[in-house]
């Protein structure tokens, strides 16, 4: 019996215009009260090797250019935004994005035509209808097309996404899948002396992919998915809406348990068979673990490095961005995996190769 193969043909990615990270380490330091946590922040600031971080909120403060989407505005220390003030932002801001990653896909008229599912993951805003109804709307899509929203999944959501759309494909060969992965992290910020909570902050930026998955021979044939939970960590990284936006506790114990579970599990002896490694950049500290754990020679996460360092972490938007860079340069046979992570403590992979 023959079985279709779902390929990812290809990925455009795009990011805010605003580049954040430096006002960002300046406003944080500036928010502790404490000398002690001051030199700490500073240190792990030299330690993250992010040099770029977006967002859709403006750093400049400067005369004439105040408003909601300004970084000092929206920001402000004894007054930071209740959770419906961020939602507003999410919905005027996200489509702009979208747009920008969907335009870049550079569709032509028949695979824009051919598309007959959209596929959304977001976990850091909501609304409806959303934004799968926004790009059945900006390209001219079918008012019958398949739409499914993927939310509230982390920095992990994408692989998920991947995997359904592969599961569509095979059951529907005709099909044509068009994902969205889409993030505005710096919505939720939060005024607080808890250096563990601001040092996750350090990290996360805004972003979004779109990639189109379909039969058509061409990019990374999609060929198996496997999801591995870590006992006795659920509560290492959560994420949980509240009156001042969306809550995160990302633990620092999390490099040290996913280096763990990854040395002890099964891809620890596939490994050698895997020439290109598309791992999620959730920090320095997330890299330095998959790397260790898995024994990986020097320069395999050279991609998930770049991306960390130019963009920081867009959550589920994120691998795509490594995916990309990678499909750039692979050649035909290699065999790849992608690796993402998010609550539970989860770690969700994708075993794929050239063609």
């Not at 739409?147 to 099909?175: D, K, Q, W, Y």
Request: hydrophobic content about 45%; overall charge negative.
């Amino acid at each position: 019996m023959h079985t279709t193969t779902a390929y990812l043909n290809r990925v455009a990615t795009a990011v805010p215009e605003h580049d954040v990270h430096d006002a960002f380490v300046v406003f944080a330091d500036q928010m502790l009260a404490g000398p002690r946590l001051r030199t700490v922040f500073r240190r792990m600031v030299s330690r993250a090797d992010i040099a770029h971080r977006y967002s859709f909120l403006d750093p400049e403060k400067s005369a004439g250019r105040f408003s909601s989407h300004t970084a000092h505005e929206f920001y402000r220390p004894g007054n930071f935004p209740a959770t419906a003030r961020r939602m507003e932002l999410f919905e005027q801001c996200a489509p702009l994005l979208m747009r920008k990653a969907v335009d870049r896909l550079d569709l032509n008229e028949k695979e824009r035509s051919g598309i007959t599912h959209v596929l959304v993951t977001c976990c850091t805003g909501l609304y409806a209808p959303g934004l799968d109804f926004e790009i059945v709307d900006h390209l001219g899509l079918s008012p019958g097309v398949e739409r499914t929203m993927v939310g509230f999944m982390g920095c992990s959501a994408a692989i998920n996404a991947l995997r359904m759309a592969r599961h569509i494909v095979r059951s529907e060969p005709e099909a044509a899948v068009l994902m969205l992965n889409l993030e505005l992290c710096t919505l939720h910020f939060q005024e607080t002396q808890e250096l563990e909570q601001v040092l996750s902050f350090l990290v996360f930026a805004d972003g979004a992919a779109a990639s189109l998955i379909t039969a058509r021979e061409h990019g990374f044939a999609l060929d198996s998915f496997k999801a591995v939970t870590v006992p006795g960590t659920r509560g290492l990284i959560t994420w949980k809406i509240r009156g001042l936006g969306f809550d995160m506790l990302l633990s620092g114990q999390v490099p040290a348990e996913l280096g763990r579970a990854l040395h002890q599990g099964e891809l620890m002896a596939e490994r050698d068979g895997i020439d290109l490694w598309a791992v999620h950049p959730g920090g320095r500290s997330i890299l330095d673990a998959v790397e260790n754990g898995l024994e990986l020679p020097a320069g395999a996460l050279a991609e998930s490095r770049e991306v960390l360092s130019r963009f920081g972490n867009m959550s589920s938007a994120t691998v795509m961005f490594v995916l990309q860079r990678m499909m750039q340069q692979a050649h035909p046979g290699q065999r790849g995996c992608a690796m993402s992570f998010g609550p539970g403590l989860t770690a969700e992979t994708m075993r794929f190769h050239v063609v």
